[in-house]
């Protein structure tokens, strides 16, 4: 319950500042209740789930979540939020004591898809990976996200991969495939999950 309202109360400041340095006043209030009501979502999902162990690597998770790692911590938040909006479901076995929030539903049938410490779509054949992306997260804190993006369209409009890419078992021959078999797990935060855990999509 303290890690639910205390990470709600810190995505209130948080929203607050962010709004307040766009906006001013005027922002400031919008920031603030856009990080209510998402860190309420968020703080409600972490108290339920028991996602924070009370033990030193707990706590220790807890802080850089909600310091180093917030721009993720809050990006996950809406992310979240959008899933719950869906009436998707948390995975409150697989979220407890773990570090991360797991919803049962994913975006695609196909993938499941990590932002901040949300998980979404997930399985024990594929955690792992998925854990690397948090890791990654939490290691590079404000850098992540805007590295990921920056890959993402580098590759997609100067497609380097192609130098180095297997097109004998996973050949580019269509649209969808330039993107699904290449871009994607071609990207830096991609391609050091694959090598930990799974099989990039032929």
Do not use: K
Not at 55 to 72: E, P, Q
Not at 107 to 130: D, F, K, L, N
């Amino acid at each position: 319950m303290v890690f639910g309202i205390l990470s709600a109360s810190v995505q209130v400041g948080f929203g607050a500042l962010l709004g307040f340095l766009v906006g001013g006043p005027i922002g400031l209030l919008i920031g603030a209740v856009v990080g209510l009501v998402v860190g309420a979502v968020f703080g409600w999902s972490v108290a339920s789930a028991g996602v924070y162990a009370a033990d030193a690597r707990g706590i220790f998770l807890f802080v850089v979540d909600h310091t180093w790692s917030l721009l993720n911590t809050v990006v996950g938040a809406i992310y979240l939020t959008v899933h719950l909006i869906f009436g998707h479901s948390l995975d409150r076995p697989t979220s407890l004591g773990s570090g991360r929030i797991c919803v049962v539903e994913g975006v695609s049938p196909r993938y499941a898809t990590t932002i901040g410490t949300v998980c979404a779509g997930s399985s024990s054949g594929i955690q792992r990976h998925e854990d690397v992306h948090i890791f990654q997260g939490r290691l590079l804190g404000p850098l992540y996200i805007p590295l990921v993006l920056a890959n993402y369209v580098l590759f997609t409009i100067a497609p380097v991969w192609l130098l180095y890419h297997d097109h004998t078992n996973a050949p580019i021959n269509r649209f969808t495939r330039y993107f699904e078999i290449g871009v994607y797990p071609h990207v830096w935060n991609e391609a050091i999950a694959y090598r930990i855990q799974g099989t990039p999509p032929r």
